[in-house]
């Protein structure tokens, strides 16, 4: 009885264009009543934005993409990853298994009526947003930016040591990131641990069944998370492209922004 009640009442405006902000903003209850909050900005075909680890929204919106896709017909659909921003707080490791980070953006997709929408992700935000395209016939076109192949490994030695680091477990390697973190009031380290415990490893067998087009974008000078190239290649007729950055600046780039748009754009 609960559970329906949250799934009836799965949009609260928050607040609106008309009081000063620059987009729509409300939040939903997701498929196990964790409520996400989500941002709205322009009017056209939908291209929902998701965010990299240790984020939130608020990443995009230092992007130049952010205010070039409203310019070029293109509604932006910006989420909060639950455990991040805005959005709700589990302490459960299982409140991040099982895709549910995918799900929340499946689901948020069928709270807006969309029909058809395009998934942009950057670093661990395309991560999930290859999980997205795997759980939602209605993806018509998804892209990879900041990411390499590394992540289709279930035992991704970074994703487990970051995760054991996280935990609390002595990792001197990522001493500075959990000290980043810890001195953040904005960021959970529980919640980080768990997405880092359950982040979902998309094999290359999936990655070559997406049959959708797809963008694989990566700046010249990173290779943080393993080949970029050799991801591209996992995806038949996959589109590849290079543009100058290393991984914390390419997604607020021009140049970024220019080959999304262009790639977006060929989509029908």
Not at 156 to 174: D, H, M, Q, T
């Amino acid at each position: 009885m609960i559970r329906s009640l949250l799934l009836a009442l799965v949009v609260l405006p928050l607040s609106l264009s008309g009081q000063g902000m620059a987009a729509d903003t409300a939040t939903f209850a997701s498929f196990d009543g964790t409520r996400i909050y989500y941002e709205i900005k322009g009017q056209g075909k939908p291209v929902v934005l998701i965010h990299g680890f240790i984020s939130n929204m608020e990443s995009w919106k230092r992007a130049a993409l952010y205010n070039d896709l409203p310019g070029k017909g293109f509604k932006v659909i910006l989420v909060d990853l639950r455990g991040n921003g805005r959005s709700a707080r589990p302490h459960t490791s299982e409140a991040f298994e099982n895709d549910a980070e995918a799900r929340d953006v499946v689901m948020l997709a069928d709270k807006l009526g969309l029909k058809k929408y395009s998934v942009v992700g950057y670093s661990r935000g395309s991560i999930i947003a290859s999980r997205v395209v795997l759980l939602d016939k209605r993806v018509d076109a998804v892209v990879l930016g900041g990411m390499g192949s590394d992540f289709t490994n279930p035992q991704w030695p970074r994703r487990l040591n970051i995760y054991k680091a996280l935990s609390g477990e002595p990792v001197p390697e990522f001493d500075a990131l959990i000290q980043r973190i810890k001195n953040d009031p904005k960021l959970d380290q529980q919640c980080l641990a768990y997405m880092q415990k359950n982040q979902p490893a998309t094999t290359a067998a999936e990655l070559a069944g997406i049959g959708k087009p797809v963008l694989v974008i990566c700046g010249d000078k990173d290779e943080d998370n393993g080949s970029s190239k050799s991801l591209s290649e996992m995806i038949p007729k996959s589109d590849y492209v290079r543009v100058p950055g290393v991984h914390n600046d390419t997604a607020r780039s021009e140049d970024f922004s220019k080959e999304v748009v262009k790639f977006l754009a060929k989509v029908p």
